[in-house]
């Protein structure tokens, strides 16, 4: 059973840069795409970074991905308020055979 | 614009079936499979499965391979979840989720609370 493995929270200020992991394995970040979601309190997930490291429009670029090897990692820049969410990669999994979602990351203290 | 919408809140007994039924509209549903997502209160994301709706092929999470059952209706748009023999941990939100090929998950529906009681 594979298992992506994020940070269960992280803590910034207004203004400042967070970065949040994504630690995977061959089966999932090592060979496929990785796309980050953010979940509002009470709200449906959202799409924020797909294949790696593109944002939809609409998604400001103060929100950034990377992927090197068998990670993954998002980082925000000048935080906002309006930016506590939880926050899940989620890339496909060969051994669940559809997307494998990390244990998310909540994001607090703006 | 694109839209998903679901079904309404269930509430239902242990061993019970639940459906959630899902909507699509704003673009050509054949053209996008559709996905399961759950969270339970207080937890993460779960995927359950997925449906290619241009063929009904289905695949599933073998942690609910036997209970868990998608199926499409292309005349209606609509794609439905069945999820049997529930137990208590199976009380969560179930999403669906529109699949891109490029932007993955890129449209989900607002979600169906689904309580699981005796």
């Known amino acids: 059973q594979s298992v992506l493995t994020q940070p269960p929270s992280a803590s910034g200020t207004p203004g400042q840069r967070v970065t949040i992991s994504c630690s995977g394995s061959?089966?999932?970040?090592?060979?496929?795409?990785v796309y980050w979601y953010q979940q509002l309190p009470g709200t449906a997930p959202k799409l924020l970074i797909y294949?790696?490291?593109q944002r939809p429009s609409g998604v400001p670029d103060r929100f950034s991905g990377g992927k090197s090897g068998t990670s993954a990692s998002l980082a925000i820049s000048g935080l906002q308020s309006e930016d506590e969410a939880d926050y899940y990669c989620?890339?496909?999994?060969?051994?669940?055979?559809?997307?494998?979602f990390g244990g998310g990351t909540k994001l607090t203290g703006l | 614009q694109v839209q998903l919408v679901q079904s309404g809140a269930e509430v239902k007994k242990p061993g019970a079936s639940v459906q959630v039924s899902c909507k699509a509209s704003?673009?050509?549903?054949?053209?996008?499979?559709i996905h399961w997502v759950r969270q339970a209160p207080g937890q993460g994301l779960e995927w359950l499965g997925w449906?290619?709706?241009?063929?009904?092929?289905?695949k599933y999470s073998l942690k609910f391979q036997g209970r868990l059952t998608i199926t499409r209706d292309t005349s209606a748009n609509t794609a439905y979840m069945d999820l049997s023999s529930l137990r208590s941990e199976d009380t969560a939100i179930y999403y669906c989720?529109?699949?891109?090929?490029?932007?993955?998950?890129?449209?989900w529906g607002q979600g169906t609370p689904a309580t699981v009681s005796s």
């Open positions: 989620a890339p496909w999994d060969d051994t669940l055979g559809g997307p494998l």
């Open positions: 061959s089966s999932n970040i090592g060979s496929h795409n």
């Open positions: 294949r790696n490291d």
């Open positions: 704003g673009y050509t549903f054949s053209s996008h499979n």
């Open positions: 449906i290619n709706i241009g063929n009904a092929n289905t």
């Open positions: 989720a529109r699949f891109h090929g490029l932007y993955g998950m890129d449209r």
